[in-house]
């Protein structure tokens, strides 16, 4: 048996301890009272915070791994934040939680419902990663962000990240009205946060994809991802070497992540009845949103619920709304989400060889409400 097949699903903390409340949390702690503060989560009082948020590492990877990461495992054991650990939003995956944390929304407000989804009112999916220039990141995400409301409020605050994701769609809609440093390496990183740090009150945010990417190539119980693990933790060591002992450093992830093996995937497109009423197929291998024929709905999530059985959760997005996996949901958000959410239990991954045939190289995956997907490390150093 693997580490995940019966565990139940870990709903998401909006408001009390997910990773949205982060950014509020940090607010407080800067003593600005911009942004609503959550109920589960107090930091400690400092002049600045630099928040490194570390793509892919699950707190229960941490736990699971701890022997590759001293530095992070002794933050864990050390409580200043609470040693409970935080949720991610749902669905657990990068461009829905980046845009929780800058915007301190829930992904039923801010509308990044997933790596993919629909258009409204086309047969197209966006692509929250990658982007589409069709569409405007201002009008897909029209809110004020967290850290603009900072900004407004007489906080410096700076992203710390690779040049090439400046301006993109995903950082427009998730953290603008924050000053850009552009830094492709860890030394450019790190000094990129001691720089934003000298600021009073400022937040600085830094992001490292690099354990992500490597978790997906080889999986998480692989020597590729624990040697990326161990240089994380020599990176967060350097880095609160460098900053001054006033700063305070939080560490936070997006999602964990589980992996797949060939024995708990399907090929969807191998069953046709799958296809029957779905119009388009977006979302990830873990989580899936099913868009449907007018008043196919039901059929299809009875179709998927009777193949799938108890290797996934299968609601209509009435259903997954009234559960609150994401959130209030607004109007204009809820043409994005499925009309069926199907979420993965234990390590099942629903690829499709037809409309996503890259992921079927994946090893390592998330999306789901998994433990080892959902739970996430705040680690306060």
Not at 110 to 134: E, I, Q, Y
Not at 171 to 177: E, K, M, P, S
Not at 302 to 319: K, Y
């Amino acid at each position: 048996m693997s580490h995940h097949e019966s565990s139940p699903f870990v709903e998401p903390a909006y408001g009390r301890r997910a990773l949205g409340d982060v950014v509020p949390a940090v607010a407080h702690a800067l003593g600005t009272d911009v942004l609503p503060a959550p109920s589960g989560l107090v930091l400690p009082e400092a002049p600045a915070y630099v928040v490194f948020l570390v793509d892919g590492l699950g707190s229960r990877l941490l736990q699971r791994y701890a022997a590759s990461a001293p530095y992070l495992a002794s933050l864990a054991a050390s409580s200043l934040a609470g040693s409970e650990p935080g949720t991610a939003g749902v669905p657990s995956t990068t461009a829905t939680s980046l845009t929780s944390l800058g915007t301190g929304l829930t992904p039923g407000t801010h509308g990044l419902v997933g790596f993919t989804s629909r258009v409204p009112g086309t047969d197209r999916l966006l692509n929250a990663l990658f982007w589409d220039k069709s569409v405007d990141p201002l009008e897909w995400q029209p809110h004020p962000t967290a850290f603009s409301k900072l900004t407004d409020a007489g906080v410096r605050v700076d992203v710390v990240n690779k040049r090439e994701f400046d301006r993109s769609g995903l950082t427009i809609a998730a953290q603008r009205g924050a000053g850009y440093i552009g830094a492709d390496r860890i030394g450019e990183r790190i000094a990129g946060a001691v720089t934003g740090s000298t600021h009073r009150p400022s937040l600085t945010y830094l992001y490292d994809g690099d354990l992500d990417w490597t978790g997906h190539k080889y999986g998480v119980d692989s020597p590729q991802w624990l040697q990326q693990l161990a240089a994380i933790d020599a990176e967060t060591v350097q880095l609160r070497e460098a900053l001054p002992d006033e700063v305070r450093l939080v560490v936070v992830a997006d999602h964990g992540m589980v992996d797949s093996t060939p024995a708990t995937r399907i090929d969807i497109d191998k069953h046709a009845e799958l296809r029957d009423g779905v119009v388009l197929l977006g979302g990830e291998a873990r989580f899936r949103h099913l868009y449907c024929a007018d008043g196919a709905a039901s059929s299809v999530a009875g179709c998927w619920a009777e193949l799938l059985g108890d290797r996934a959760e299968v609601l209509t997005r009435e259903a997954a709304i009234a559960r609150g996996w994401f959130g209030p949901v607004t109007e204009l958000v809820l043409p994005r989400l499925g009309d069926v959410v199907v979420a993965a239990r234990g390590e099942l991954a629903m690829f499709s060889s037809k409309d996503f045939n890259y992921e079927m190289s994946l090893v390592g995956l998330h999306g789901s409400l998994t433990p080892d997907e959902m739970l996430i490390p705040i680690l306060v150093g």
